[in-house]
């Protein structure tokens, strides 16, 4: 549930928030970032359908990812899985949903980023993705760009980097906390984290 990871309420939110265009999370690993791109992948299909794009950052990547996670959840989910087509969900190809069409494919095959006009297009692991895909993959919604989606979740990558600057480029929220003493909220200052010797290694940490 939510309550387990408060720090995904407002993403979900602003994904299907009609004035939000362009979401972005970074965060470290384990956090719940690829859930966000699940649980709109459940909720398009049946609350507001239109073209998806699921990518990650490899063809390899993204059959497992597809085959391992969202044939699972899309088939958990009754009011997701009433939408699939008599079809189902193919081991190759685009997934047929009643109302819209989704395709989970790479983000470093320049193939996936041509051809397609999408309304959602959601990318994972971005900070992995081939200078220029970012951009790519942004154009993909150009023809509807009034009522698209974008969202983009990743750890954080190199400065100067595309993600980087992606990122740099948003309105930027931190998540904070109520310090149980003085009721104060306040961001996490990662600089009083401490950490064992013993897991120094020759490349850091």
Known sequence: TIASAPWLREPLE??????????????AVQLGKSLLIEAAS????????????ILQDTDKNADDYKESRLRKLWNAVEPTRAELTSEGI????PISFRANTCWVLGGDNDNNLHGRTIRYVMGDEVWRWKSGSIGRAERRVTANKWRSKILFVSQGGLAGSEWAAWMGESTNHLFNFRCPACGKIQPYNWNQVIFPKEARTPNGW
């Open 90 to 93: 193919p081991k190759k190809g």
């Open 14 to 27: 602003a994904i299907f928030d009609p004035e939000v265009r362009e979401v972005g999370v970074q965060a």
């Open 42 to 53: 459940c909720i398009i299909p049946v609350v507001d359908p239109g073209p998806t794009l």
